[in-house]
């Protein structure tokens, strides 16, 4: 099986299974920079109530969507969701945040949204298992190099993609992707604002992939 992974900036991504079931996460409107994602979708994940994250309006179709946590399966998609914070106090600045992991074909892919602090243990026995995990990078508004260094090893996923930081096409005071490359040590550019991830690449190497933002 072969999961599809496009990129359309910030948080929000399409994940597609083999049987082309569509998952959009955290859609955005149009203040923040990034071009409105034209696209169907069976899925919409919303991970926090903020206009850069939940706008579900802008999917076409009539998706199914998932703001609450808990634990659903949609098709052949099992989705769970797990409550976070959108900052390092409890939420008390920037409120909640969810947590989703989707085992698509077998693959798991975690969403870590607009998360700001690192996890507690039983958020991460919640979460379970993780093959590529959609991490924040950019800091200001959510984790930064530091805090995505500390949280991947929190998880140790095989496969990390960057997103929510910052490009030409956005204006938030958040870093480029670079800083967390460079705390990593490691990291490709793809070239590319899609990746098709199979099981046979979640090998013993661990790889950062970033997806590059396409107009």
């Known amino acids: 099986p072969v999961v599809k992974i496009r990129w359309f900036g910030h948080a929000c991504f399409l994940l597609e299974s ?10 955005f409107d149009g203040s923040v920079g990034y071009k409105i994602p034209m696209i169907e979708a069976d899925i919409v994940t919303v991970s926090h109530d903020h206009y850069d994250h939940n706008y579900v309006e ?12 808990g634990e659903c399966t949609i098709g052949n998609i099992s989705i769970n969701g797990v ?7 409890k939420g008390a600045k920037r409120g909640p945040n969810i ?14 949204g607009d998360l700001g602090h690192l996890l507690s243990k039983t958020q991460l026995e919640d979460i379970g298992h993780v093959d590529v995990l959609l991490i924040p990078v950019g800091g200001t508004f959510t984790l930064d190099a530091e ?29 480029p ?5 460079e705390k990593m040590g490691h990291g490709e550019h793809l070239g590319s604002n899609i990746v098709e991830i199979t099981a046979d690449d979640l090998g013993d190497q661990q790889r950062i992939i970033v997806l590059d933002y396409e107009d």
């Open 58 to 69: 802008g999917i076409q179709g009539d998706p199914q969507v998932i703001k609450f946590p």
């Open 83 to 89: 409550s976070a914070y959108h900052d390092e106090v």
């Open 147 to 175: 805090g995505a260094a500390a949280a991947v090893e929190q998880f140790s996923p095989k496969i990390i993609i960057p997103m929510h930081f910052k490009t030409p096409a956005v204006s938030m005071p958040i870093d």
């Open 18 to 27: 083999q049987d082309g079931t569509k998952i959009i996460t955290d859609p």
């Open 99 to 112: 947590i989703y992991t989707f085992n698509i074909d077998g693959i798991k892919v975690c969403h870590l």
């Open 177 to 181: 992707v670079e800083k967390f490359l």
